[in-house]
């Protein structure tokens, strides 16, 4: 397959060009280098399969030749950035969809979309299934990203049903790993880097709020095989073992055997939501999809490799 990867230099998406690359295809990866970063695709300078392309996707997208798969992964996706980022990502979760949506449909490729598990925003049910629509407040500070992708879902799944793309929705709980920006204002490149400086880890609030973290190799497999099922309606792909944000932090303090401790810090925004954790029964039917990387592996890995950004 010759694949077009949107956002193909960020955290996540330059891993997807890892993956299809390992796999035998051929990537183009598109991205504005507004979040995402050419130093995560450096090492794919000169693979005559790889092929760069600067441009922001919500403006006409032109690409020479055959395409197969577009895997749409263009997007802020830090609440950070996307504060500070506001116009832009409704911009691109709404035009650059309809423009990566329009590629698929002219070049009669496959369709993948990044969604998230922010559409379901401060969720009244617990655990969180496909099924359930959300409590998300439009106009608060989240909601140009929540709902930039709850449109980008819905736009998915009309180009879907109208014009026949076969398209699918990947809804994406919190992932981490390598390659994630230092100082994008997650919690896990925020608390890694207070701890390998020997700071104490802010913790925002009273830290009980929750969180499933999941490491993104395990995220990669679910896209690689969603991509490549006849699924098409939304499945969420998380890890299912939830903390609070407390817990968490002394996890990270406990490897990196920092001796710091925590500071509490006012909530971050307003809207943070209380609790998270995917339901993956859809994943493990559909796609035989289940989490394997333990919290503790993968944390131990993201360490080693911010020690040397550091
Ligand atoms: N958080 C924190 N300290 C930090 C960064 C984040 O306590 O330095 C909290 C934040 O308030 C939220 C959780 O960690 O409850 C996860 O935040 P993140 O920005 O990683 O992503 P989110 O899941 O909110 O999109």
Redesign the pocket.
Known sequence: MRVLITGGAGFIGSHLCDRFLAEGHNVVAMDNLITGNTRNIAHLAGNSQFQFIHHDITNYIYIKGDIDAVVHFASP????DYLKLPIQTLKVGALGTHNALGLALAKKAKFLSAST??IYGDPLEHPQKESYPGNVDPIGPRGVYDEAKRYAEALVMAYHRVHGVDTHIVRIF?TYGPRMRLAD????P??IA?ALRGEP?????D?M?T?SFQYVSDLVEGVYRLLHSDYNDPVNIGNPYEMS?LE??QVVNEITENKGGIIY?D???QG??QT?QPDISRAKSVLNWEPKVKLREGLTKTIAYFREVL
């Open positions: 996706a830090s609440p950070i598990s922010e919190n204002g997650r919690v896990v925020n608390f207070q880890l802010t913790v925002y609030g830290g709020q969180r944000i968490f932090a810090k909530e971050r925004i943070d939501p998270r």
